[in-house]
């Protein structure tokens, strides 16, 4: 079993900066790949982002590639997504998710999930 706590969330000006950080324990976090998906509201949840379990593979949705950077550091459990010139279109609870298979794009190939956290972005 892993869980996953997300942080870092909260409402920011278009063209602003915020790091989400993502918080993992139980089962050995390194072998997991990891990824960020978000849901804004009455929509479907969406992939964002996604890294390896080496943190040697990247993966992002189209909308968000060159704006924001997943990455991992195994010492502290933890995998960021670092998200700058933000859209109010960004707006959306966003996800940590991990998977002990390879790492992809699809909800169903995610085993495990955090809470979520708020990012709206304002215009």
């Known amino acids: 079993q892993v869980q996953l706590v997300e942080s870092g969330g909260g409402l920011v000006q278009a063209g602003g900066s915020l790091r989400l950080s993502c918080a993992a324990s139980g089962r050995t976090f390194s072998r997991y790949a990891m990824g960020w998906f978000r849901q804004a509201p009455g929509k479907e949840r969406e992939f964002v982002a996604a890294i390896s379990w080496s943190g040697s593979s990247t993966n992002y949705a189209d909308s968000v590639k060159g704006r924001f950077t997943i990455s991992r550091d195994t010492a502290k459990n933890t995998v960021y997504l670092q998200m700058n010139s933000l859209k109010p279109e960004d707006t959306a609870v966003y996800y940590c998710?991990?998977?002990?298979?390879?790492?992809?794009?699809?909800?169903?190939?995610?085993?495990?999930w955090g809470q979520g956290t708020q990012v709206t972005v304002s215009s």
């Open positions: 998710t991990a998977t002990a298979s390879a790492y992809g794009g699809t909800k169903s190939q995610y085993d495990y």
